[in-house]
């Protein structure tokens, strides 16, 4: 297994400061959340957390790296949820494990610029069942955002929204991220 390029991930307390995590959730329609949930690329459990607090259904958080994994269980652990499946999983090469219109929502949270975003939303959409939410967000395309892809793998929302209707998704919206400034966030649905 290979983690995508530049995935590396800084300390949890400076990843989380770059975040109003509960805002970015609203913003994107996560209010409250029907049916499963996959989490593409989970990292410390950020969204993971609040996340399985606003359904019923079972969110399961798949990342590559083993340390993320582990972080995202102690969390869920201490969190006392019963609905977080985490797992070490190379989505990108053996897919998300869940069965076919499975999921209500997936999230692509600063992870489409790995080599192959359109399979990875191929993928999400496959997993969605009709109606479902795919909500993205990744870093601003601007030098001076504190971390982040080079910017020349960066996408632009444009990039991530002609990406999402090549892999059968509709657009729905781009979404402004209230209290996180260095990002940007889109809707797409199934």
């Known amino acids: 297994m290979s983690k995508g390029r530049d995935s590396g991930?800084?300390?949890v307390e400076q990843w989380?400061?770059?975040f109003d995590i509960a805002a970015v959730l609203d913003s994107l329609g996560c209010p409250e959340?029907?049916?499963d949930v996959v989490e593409f690329g989970c990292g410390y459990g950020t969204f993971t957390i609040p996340l399985a607090r606003r359904t019923a259904g079972a969110v399961f958080a798949l990342d590559i790296d083993r340390l993320m994994v582990a972080a995202t269980s102690v969390r869920a652990s201490?969190?006392?949820l019963k609905n977080i499946t985490v797992e070490e999983r190379d989505f990108?090469?053996?897919g998300c494990g869940r069965g076919t219109g499975s999921a209500g929502l997936a999230l692509l949270f600063n992870i489409l610029h790995i080599e192959d975003p359109v399979s990875l939303l191929k993928e999400a959409r496959?997993?969605?069942r009709p109606g479902g939410m795919a909500a993205v967000i990744h870093w601003n395309y601007d030098v001076r955002t504190p971390r982040g892809p080079p910017l020349d793998i960066r996408p632009r929302p444009e990039q991530c929204r002609a990406w999402g209707e090549q892999a059968g998704l509709r657009?729905?919206?781009d979404q402004d991220l209230p209290?996180?400034?260095w990002h940007w966030g889109m809707v797409l649905e199934k």
């Open 9 to 11: 991930m800084p300390a």
């Open 16 to 18: 989380e400061s770059y």
């Open 33 to 35: 959340v029907t049916g």
């Open 78 to 80: 201490q969190a006392g």
């Open 92 to 94: 990108v090469a053996r």
């Open 126 to 128: 496959r997993a969605l």
């Open 171 to 173: 657009w729905v919206r």
């Open 179 to 181: 209290g996180s400034p």
